[in-house]
């Protein structure tokens, strides 16, 4: 398993404690978005289509710190947009450093190669790169050329300079179950620390509304990828729950725990999660206390709660399951050292998938998709046109 033992630790005895404390909903990471701006324009980001005068504006460190001191969360997932791109953001890393929070730092990697000098490797510290696949795969998700070059670039210095890398990868309707599987062999011989994989989630602002997977679907896709694992070149680290990883596979069910990644950006606290935008707050207190969590997860009815599988709201539940019961601890051992998930028919249906031709992600339909950054970028855009230079 690609966590440290001492991330692992630290995870752990946060958890007990807050269920000695009798607490029913606590947050385990806090997903901080210090701005939307970002020098991609992928497709099924919802994230990069805020007009551009939301687009300019970033989060102080000081309101981001803020943010991290009242949420408490062990664990501080920095997304965007880019936040590479936010101006202070070596500072904002070193004061998390120094309040011993574990960092995944969420970037494409692009302006990597050039800001590395600005941080130090620590334990604390984790560059998650943006990954969606092989090279024709990854630069047709992100909607330019050379991207998946410039990411493979930067992991190997950064893994030479002693930083942790991990990869995030988002998975959607058309992914090609062999191409993936080879993907994770290219990330081990990278070097990665370990692999985050999950599917995608049909942002309303996303230009790409029909290409997101639906729950049977994923079950389907993520049982062929995962199961058989020993046909590999060499194991997979996963830098995740392996009890999510088999949620996403079918063998286990478990309903959302949307408090557990909670979100602040720059409108405040998101209401209910990274996901969904249903309001903010101005205090971590009244997103916990005052949000009407019966309104979401798949329970609840909610038809945006109804396919959602991500990693941001039932990797928390995996995570609950494991420390809730002697099964669930049991549960995750043996999901660590027994993970193979031997399955022929997911075999025979992985080799009919090799057996029919695939493009790159040719189901994914992105020829007429105009992406709009509203950062100003000149891009390529792929589709099954072939190329064309858009500027935005």
């Known amino acids: ?46 994230k990069i289509q805020y007009p551009a005068h939301i687009l300019k504006q970033h989060l102080s460190v000081a309101d981001c710190l803020k943010a991290v001191d009242e949420c408490g969360a062990p664990m501080v997932s920095i997304p965007g947009g880019e936040p590479l791109m936010h101006p202070d953001i070596d500072a904002l890393v070193r004061e998390l450093v120094n309040r011993r929070k574990y960092i995944y730092l969420c970037t494409n990697a692009i302006l990597l190669r050039e800001k590395i000098d600005l941080f130090t490797p620590s334990k604390y510290l984790t560059f998650s790169i943006h990954m969606d696949g092989q090279e024709e795969h990854h630069d047709f998700a992100v909607c330019r050329e050379g991207v998946y070059k410039e990411a493979a670039e930067a992991i190997r210095l950064a893994v030479q300079r002693g930083f942790r890398v991990t990869t995030n990868t988002t998975l959607f309707e058309g992914a090609d179950p062999n191409s993936v599987r080879a ?68 063998r286990r069910d478990y309903e959302c725990t949307p ?33 009407r969590w019966e309104q979401y ?45 031997r399955d022929d028919a997911a075999l025979k249906a992985l080799e009919a998938a090799r057996a029919r031709p695939h493009g790159p992600l040719v189901q994914l339909g992105l020829a007429d ?19 064309e230079r858009v500027v935005a």
Not at 377 to 384: D, K, Y
Request: net charge positive; proline share 5%; with cysteine.
């Open 1 to 46: 398993m690609g966590v440290p033992l001492s991330q692992m630790w630290t995870v752990a005895t946060y958890v007990l404690g807050q269920r000695l404390r009798g607490r029913r909903r606590y947050p385990l990471v806090l997903m901080l978005e210090p701005l939307f701006r970002c020098n991609l324009a992928c497709a099924g980001c919802g």
């Open 297 to 341: 997860g798949r329970a609840s009815g909610n038809d945006k709660c109804r396919n959602c599988m991500v990693h941001c709201g039932y990797e928390p539940s995996a995570v609950n399951h494991t420390f809730s019961s002697l099964s669930g601890m049991l549960a995750m051992i043996c999901g660590m050292l027994f993970k193979t998930y």
């Open 183 to 250: 993907f994770f062999d290219e990330m081990m011989d990278l070097g990665v620390e370990g692999m985050m994989v999950s599917p995608g989630y049909a942002y309303e602002k996303a230009p790409d509304q029909k290409n997101f997977l639906k729950r049977q679907r994923t079950h389907h896709l993520f049982n062929m990828i995962l199961s058989n694992r020993d046909q590999g070149r060499k194991p997979w680290r996963f830098n995740q729950s392996p009890l999510f990883l088999e949620f996403l596979m079918g």
């Open 259 to 291: 408090w557990g990644n909670p979100t602040y950006n720059l409108f405040g606290w998101q209401r209910p999660c990274y996901l969904l935008q249903d309001g903010y707050v101005d205090t971590f207190r009244e997103l916990m206390e005052e949000t």
């Open 369 to 387: 998709v105009a992406p709009d950054s509203g950062a100003g970028e000149a891009h390529v855009r792929i589709g099954r046109k072939g190329t």
